[in-house]
């Protein structure tokens, strides 16, 4: 353990120097963000987290006594996504622009990088679920999933970074004894840089008007970087838990990201066009402070990691444990369509 120390408190340092330097050149250059309907802060806010992070993590990689070309395609990838990121942060990339550099990235891990996903596992207690032919658009279309989870998940003070750090804790004490050092590495470092931004980010002893955000870039960075290490982690014969396992870690945006296109399809909408009906949008108009909605989705988020733990732990049947999360996602998919129709109910009420 003692060999991964060093490159966590580089990262550490070299995200909050980076945050340091980086925020007075942020405001010059407008690299901030709004308020606006869905956006709920006031004044503009130097998005900048997601540069931080970046550069923590890099440096931390490039410092590291690992061989730096076992590392070569996931810098890539990263520095392709956090670069499009940046740009969609400061002129508002398209979407079709977006998804063809999401799509490049995803190219670039699967075919480059040889990361795939195989395995399902044994989701129906029937036997393995191999991919075979599959494996190269599943991988790709997981890959594009994890990047967009996180930041459709972004909407709220500490909340993507919170859920992100519960997921790669989640993955580190899972994963701590494992063969790929690669990914146990990244997954440490992102538990180095991601307090460093939630510090910033929720003002924890700090003043308010030095908040930032991660931005576009730190969510499809945090998201892609997920996607790595679940998919490393999780296949294989000398994989630290099984496919299924990787649900319950990333369990708040993945409900969340399904859960949103489901309801936009259902409604006519298209699935990239912004709302407010996200999770925490559903708890702010049923009157729960921003502090309380954080605190509940933490603690959700919590609970899911720590079942995968303990089914991962106690090797429950894969099957059990996909049932499990399939109910639950249901279970919260009617909830949250109660809660928008009382919503719904109270706004007409008041008019």
Known sequence: MNIYLLPMLIALI????????????????????????????????????????????????????????????????ILIIVSIGIL???KEVTVPIRIFFQTLV???????????ILSLGNLFGRGEIL?????????????IVGINSVNMSDGLHGLAG???????????????????????????????????????????????????????AGSMFIGLSLAWV?????????????????LWLFAFPLIEIVSTILRRLNSGMSPFKPDSSHTHHILLKLGYSDKKTLIILLIFSTIMAGIGIIGESYLIAENLMFLGFLLVFVFLYLARIVALRKIKNINQNIE
Not at 27 to 56: E, Y
Not at 134 to 139: A, R
């Open 14 to 77: 070299t995200t909050y120097i980076i945050i340091l330097l980086i925020r007075p050149l942020a405001v010059r250059i407008n690299l901030t963000d709004q308020p606006s309907k869905r956006k709920l802060h006031s004044g503009s806010i130097p998005i900048i987290g997601g540069i931080a992070m970046f550069f923590g993590v890099l440096t931390a990689i490039l410092v590291s006594p690992y061989d730096l070309n076992e590392f070569n395609y996931f810098l890539l990838s």
């Open 88 to 90: 969609d942060d400061n």
């Open 106 to 116: 995803a190219i670039v891990v699967v075919f480059l990088g040889e990361l795939n």
């Open 131 to 143: 991919l075979n032919g599959w494996v190269y658009l599943v991988t790709m279309v997981a890959i």
């Open 162 to 216: 919170g859920n992100s750090l519960v997921s790669f804790l989640a993955i580190v004490f899972l994963s701590i004894n494992s063969s790929s050092h690669e990914s146990l590495l990244i997954s440490l470092l992102f538990c180095a840089v991601l307090p460093v931004f939630l510090i910033n980010n929720l003002c924890i002893g700090i003043s308010s008007n030095k908040r930032i955000f991660m931005g576009d």
């Open 230 to 246: 679940l998919i490393d982690l999780s296949q294989g014969e000398g994989g630290s838990f099984s496919p299924v396992i990787a």
